[in-house]
């Protein structure tokens, strides 16, 4: 019985200190690409010269020179601090270090705010940015800064650097995710809970 208390005390104590931490502690999903479709291309991705296949689990572009794409995409994505990215890069050679892939997220009043990830090499990326340090912002709305409860569009973009010849972009998902020092805290916080129990079996 005195095991018990104490595990049950333990239980509440990390209970409640995870609800104050941060209590969205899980990611926001913005888009998984999951057979997606743009509402609008650009640039070299509205041209003869772009494939675009639209997969069950990534969008994939193949063109040449710079392209991007609008979506209307309604996100509630309050209580987060992170904008993550995962990406995968193809092309020759010349292509390592050059690409950069492009997110713009747009809120209710029109802000925009651009996260850009120059001179990445080919392969497989999970990029990651501070929501509120975009590379650059513009279209500002009434409202100071990107309003996360409102984000309404979305846009993805890949700019080639000083690579001239065909890339491949595949888009496979964009998300908001906390603070990473509140989910550590909260995994401290779970692994504490296993620990008491342990001690009561």
């Known amino acids: 019985m005195k095991y018990n208390t104490k595990w049950l005390a333990a239980a509440v104590a990390i209970a409640s200190g995870l609800a104050i931490i941060n209590p969205a502690v899980a990611n926001t999903t913005i888009n998984s690409f999951d057979s997606f479709t743009s509402d609008a291309l650009y640039g070299s991705w509205s041209t003869p010269a772009a494939t675009i296949v639209s997969g069950p689990t990534s969008y994939m572009v193949s ?33 390592d270090g050059q690409l950069g892939p492009v997110i713009t997220l747009v809120d209710g009043d029109g802000t925009r705010f651009n996260y850009a990830w120059y001179g990445q090499t080919l392969g497989s990326h999970v990029l990651t940015m501070p929501l509120d340090s975009p590379t ?13 409860a409102t984000l309404t569009h979305l846009h993805m973009g890949l700019d080639p650097g000083g690579y001239a010849d065909q890339y491949t972009v595949a888009w496979e998902d964009l998300s908001v995710i906390p603070e990473p020092t509140s989910l550590a805290l909260i995994a401290l916080g779970v692994a504490g809970l296993s620990i008491a129990r342990r001690r009561t079996e």
């Open 63 to 95: 063109s040449y020179g710079w392209g991007s794409n609008w979506k209307y995409n309604p996100v509630d994505g309050s209580g987060n601090a992170t904008v993550q990215l995962t990406v995968s890069l193809s092309g020759g050679p010349t292509a």
């Open 136 to 148: 650059w912002s513009d279209g500002a709305g009434t409202t100071p800064g990107l309003d996360l």
